[in-house]
């Protein structure tokens, strides 16, 4: 009857405090004898009471009256809580208790501590492995099979044993991989992480007992991930069981998971995406242990189709990680793996620039402890980027400001830590790959897809797409089927200037552009490149010509597009043969485009006479000046200076002492030299006005300091564009052994050489020669000095041989690998038919690195044009302006001049821009002069200066802010040809928007990818930046607080 009266208490309107008193007196009772009948009616009624309690006071009178009633009276517990009694819990629930109710379980877990001693339990135990698989195979929710692991980690004996071990382990997996969380309060979030980690906890005792389970269970896990069809993203939570995996596992798991033939690349490129996706998972340990151990191993096996992919698809979800201070040490870890090992291209740590500056500052006011640690470690990673891929100021000068006041590794360190980790690829077919799919960058430009180390070509042809006469000229040809690398230009230029892409890939023009001796896939020098680019341009305008001389009919359409595409300039240059000298109008496009002359005077010091040739040229090569006290150390050659040179010499007019017999000339292609023959003593008055003298008789005060990259003269640290034309064009005193050879004497004699530019080309190319032998070292080395680019540049032209020999005039210096000695003359008197030629800056081709045969190269351009209306800063307007806002190098004598861009006359915004591959940004010019002061590595090297007519202006109109584009109307076949890719690209497009809204639930997306230079690792960076997804975040991947 005990149990009626308990009922009809709880039932009662007694106050709680009498309630509880007469509870604790039956209790008490439970001592006494009770006969079988008695006890299994408070046995029904307590378990109601737990099971379907009303509220939590009954459930509590439950628990505490059959506990007591169950100790006492163990035989009648044993006889009630029975194997029947259990399954038909298991299987059935409760009254109106669902079976999957977590009372259930507590239930039953408090029913076994309670009959624990008794023989019964044996039995218990026995059927509760069949039963606790069936409930694992259900897949319950994260709190009743964290319920069920307390059970089973209390009562291991319920646990499934041998072949059923294994497969309660990999069932346990497959409910932990479904686990999901909603929950959106701290509190809740901390409970869903204790509910998984006691799941794993569970496993991690299985696995001890039973180590056979092990390696299925990691099976398992990885046929989870590795899912391409799956229909559930399977959860983080997983990311819990790898702290329980043993550490010296890993070298045998991952080698025997990369090498397995039937795991395919797409389940490989899934596992590891959701492998990174937990790191998101707080206070997992050994995470980024085991993701880095895995990415090595697939670069181990060369599988970097799948670490591209991967990199760019989850390097900014990692990044992001860092956010969090509970998993930003395994992120990190992580994110500096990838980034270091990602050589090939900058595009990965593009994906994260745009959120540097931001980390950085929240970390700098964040109070936490390891907060400066981190940020130095993260600082330090940023600089190793950025020193690997240093041809993006405009994207790494915010950083750098930010980062200013923060430790900078030195370069020995940078250097180790990038060959820690470099997995780049130098296999040919990452290069066939296309750029992602994505519209045009706000510049409207065209990008250039990087083949395989071809930052070389990209940048030279940016320049000459940037010069407007040359790519008008070009576009305006009807070639009629002849010329086939002038129609490859013809068709690229076409395509830089109007297709939707937003970078293109001249694969076919580099196939007929690449000089044969350049090897695929390796970095080559730009300027080689350039030259053998506009010879070959010219020798088959020449081939086609004398085709066409004797075939007329078939060439008379070229022939007539060829004079309406010059570009109408009257300028005469010289012909690049003795024949064409005779014919103006037989001159080639690059003849008229590039084409210049110099002309050599070389006077005899014993008898006076003179000879003088004549020699084409389409760039002129700038060398750097050697130290003078270098050279007067060696002694190979004795010194000459005038006798009056300390008080008459100008400041910026050098002089050249050389020991070479034959000075190498400027760059001269398919050129005939013109004799002109030997003249009077008459040409010799100016330089009998200063006789010269030995070195060793001059004051030392005297003495002239030519600067080279060895030694700079402390008063003068800068170098310029002037300087080293003035170096390049200046006399050259023949002596000791290289000595002339005069045919009037018959014999070798000491003797003079000037040099002057007697014919100005329209587009003056001017290469700065930064790559020396060094023969102490015995091996080719960068000059790094930085030079300073003059916006405006005047150039000495001598319109008409002169009456007598002007000592003044720069002159040809020689080749880089014989520098000449150099000294200044005693004055400068300029002959009355030099004339000054202005050129303004168009393009500037910069070189990132420190040799010739690797590094990387991108190109400053701005646009210009004939014609164009705008502002201009002229050279007579200068005189009122303060030093500091223009420079000449002799503003008293000297013919080439420098003359910087006043600051009142601005320029237009967008003007200048940044081609980097397939990367195209606006910049400035102030980001143009500089850039070598920032990245050391990255100086300026090929140079793009347009002459300057009267009526030409230095900026180009606008019209509603757009430039004014003038090109001529392609042909139907190349507007055609045009029209057709853009099709496609259209078409791309919308298979890519399908594509992707498939894959939206998924967050192994494989993403379309440009691969850039990949020999020598790291050396060229081109598409860079440019957006990109991070991957899928399903909820519980944002589980980070």
Not at 19 to 37: M, P
Not at 184 to 189: A, F, G, L, N, P
Not at 506 to 518: A, I
């Amino acid at each position: 009857m005990m149990d009626k009266i308990l009922e009809a208490l709880i039932i009662s309107s007694h106050s709680l405090p009498v309630k509880k008193g007469i509870v604790k007196k039956v209790v008490d009772a439970a001592e006494n004898s009770v006969d079988r009948e008695q006890c299994k009616a408070m046995f029904h009624l307590t378990t109601r009471l737990i099971l379907i309690g009303e509220d939590n006071f009954q459930k509590q009178v439950g628990h505490q009256v059959l506990d007591a009633y169950a100790r006492y009276h163990r035989c009648e517990f044993e006889e009630f809580f029975n194997k029947g009694f259990i399954l038909n819990l298991l299987q059935q629930g409760y009254g109106s208790l669902d079976k999957k109710n977590i009372g259930i379980i507590d239930y039953i877990h408090m029913g076994l501590k309670l009959i624990m001693s008794c023989p019964s339990v044996l039995e218990i135990f026995s059927f509760m492995h069949t039963e606790v698989l069936r409930l694992v195979c259900e897949r319950p929710e994260p709190l009743l099979c964290a319920k069920l692991s307390e059970l089973l980690s209390d009562f291991v004996h319920c646990i499934p044993r041998g072949k059923s071990a294994v497969l309660f382990c990999q069932q346990l997996v497959r409910t932990i991989s479904q686990f999901q969380c909603n929950a959106t309060q701290e509190e809740e979030i901390r409970g869903f992480i204790s509910q998984v980690n006691k799941v794993s906890n569970l496993l991690q005792s299985i696995w001890k007992a039973e180590p056979g389970a092990l390696l299925p269970s990691l099976q398992e896990v990885f046929v989870i991930i590795s899912a391409t069809d799956s229909i559930f993203e399977p959860s983080i939570a997983l990311a819990s069981l790898v702290q329980h995996i043993p550490l010296q596992m890993i070298t045998v798991l991952i080698r025997s998971l990369i090498t397995d033939q039937n795991v395919k690349d797409a389940s490989m490129t899934c596992a590891l995406c959701r492998m990174i996706d937990w790191l998101s998972w707080p206070l997992a340990q050994h995470v980024e242990t085991w993701v880095i151990a895995l990415l090595k191993g697939l670069a181990s096996v060369q599988k970097f189709t799948i670490l591209i992919d991967v990199t760019l698809l989850k390097i900014d979800q990692v990044f992001q990680r860092l956010w969090y201070p509970i998993v930003r040490p395994g992120a990190l870890v992580v994110l500096s793996h990838m980034l270091l090992s990602f050589q090939h291209s900058p595009e990965a740590f593009h994906l994260i620039v745009p959120h540097i500056i931001k980390l950085v500052q929240v970390l700098k006011d964040e109070a936490s402890p390891a907060r400066k640690i981190f940020l130095v470690q993260l600082t330090e990673l940023v600089h190793c980027m950025m020193y690997q891929y240093s041809g993006f100021p405009d994207l790494y000068e915010p950083i750098l400001e930010a980062i200013k006041d923060l430790p900078k590794p030195s370069e020995e360190k940078m250097k180790l830590t990038l060959n820690q980790s470099a997995w780049t690829s130098h296999s040919n077919s990452l290069a066939s790959c296309l750029s992602r799919l994505s519209g045009k960058s706000e510049t409207g430009k065209t990008g250039l897809i990087n083949l395989g180390n071809t930052c070389y070509m990209n940048s030279v042809i940016q320049a000459l797409f940037m010069a407007t006469d040359f790519r008008r000229s070009v576009l305006s040809l009807n070639l009629n089927g002849s010329r086939p690398l002038m129609r490859k230009l013809q068709l690229l230029f076409a395509f830089l200037a109007h297709t939707q892409r937003a970078a293109y890939a001249p694969q076919s023009f580099f196939e007929e552009s690449r000089p044969p001796w350049f090897t695929p896939g390796s970095q080559q020098d730009c300027s080689e490149y350039l030259r053998f680019l506009l010879d070959r341009l010219h020798e088959e305008e020449k081939t086609c010509r004398m085709v066409c001389e004797n075939s007329p009919p078939t060439c008379v359409g070229e022939s007539s597009a060829f004079e309406c595409g010059s570009g109408g300039h009257p300028e005469e240059i010289s012909s690049l043969t003795e024949s064409n000298l005779a014919r103006v109008d037989g001159k080639t496009l690059t003849e008229k485009m590039f084409g210049g002359k110099l002309q050599t005077t070389i006077h005899c010091l014993n008898c006076k006479s003179t000879s003088q040739k004549q020699e084409a040229f389409t760039d002129l090569p700038l060398a750097f000046p050697p130290c003078l006290e270098d050279m007067v150390e060696a002694g190979s050659t004795q010194l000459f200076v005038p006798a009056e040179y300390g008080s008459k010499m100008p400041a910026c007019c050098t002089a050249v002492i050389s020991d070479t017999l034959h000075p190498a000339p400027a760059d001269v292609h398919d050129l005939q030299v013109e004799e002109v023959g030997h003249r009077s003593e008459a040409e010799d008055e100016r330089l009998q006005t200063f006789p010269l003298q030995p070195v060793n008789s001059i004051q030392s005060d005297k003495l002239v300091t030519v600067h080279s990259n060895k030694s700079v003269d402390q008063n003068d640290k800068t170098k310029s564009v002037p300087n080293l034309i003035n170096y390049f064009l200046a006399p050259e005193i023949l002596n000791g052994e290289n000595k002339y050879y005069c045919e009037n004497c018959a014999s070798l004699q000491n003797a003079q050489k000037v040099m002057q530019v007697v014919d100005e080309p329209e587009y003056l190319i001017l290469t700065l020669l930064r790559f020396s032998y060094d023969s102490k070292s015995h091996v080719r080395r960068k000059i790094l000095d930085d030079v300073t680019l003059p916006l405006i540049l005047q150039l000495p032209v001598e319109k008409k041989i002169p009456k007598s020999l002007a000592i003044s005039q720069p002159l040809l210096s020689d080749s880089p690998e014989n520098l000449p000695k150099k000294l200044k003359p005693s004055g400068s008197v300029n002959s009355s038919d030099s004339q000054s030629v202005s050129y303004h800056l168009c393009s500037i081709v910069v070189h990132s690195g420190m040799s010739s045969e690797s590094g990387h190269y991108y190109c400053y351009a701005r646009n210009t044009g004939s014609g164009s209306i705008g502002q201009l800063c002229y050279k007579t307007d200068l005189a009122g302006l303060s030093s500091p806002s223009y420079m000449t190098d002799n503003d008293n004598s000297s013919s080439t001049s420098v003359i910087w861009h006043e600051p009142n006359c601005k320029e237009p915004s967008k003007e200048w821009f940044l081609f980097n591959d397939s990367r195209v940004t606006f910049t400035s010019f102030q980001s143009v002069q500089n850039i070598t002061s920032r990245f050391p590595k990255d100086t300026a090297y090929v140079l793009f200066y347009r002459k300057q007519e009267e009526n030409d202006a230095i900026y180009p109109s606008t019209v509603n802010g757009l430039w004014v584009n003038g090109d001529p109307p392609l042909q139907k076949e190349l507007m055609d040809a045009i029209t057709r890719d853009n099709k496609l690209y259209l078409q791309e497009q919308e298979l890519n928007a399908r594509t992707r809204a498939l894959q939206a639930s998924s967050t192994c997306s494989f993403r379309p990818h440009s691969f850039d230079d990949s020999d020598p690792p790291g050396s060229c960076g081109p598409s860079g930046g440019g957006g990109g997804g991070s991957g899928g975040f399903n909820t519980i991947s944002r589980l980070v607080f």
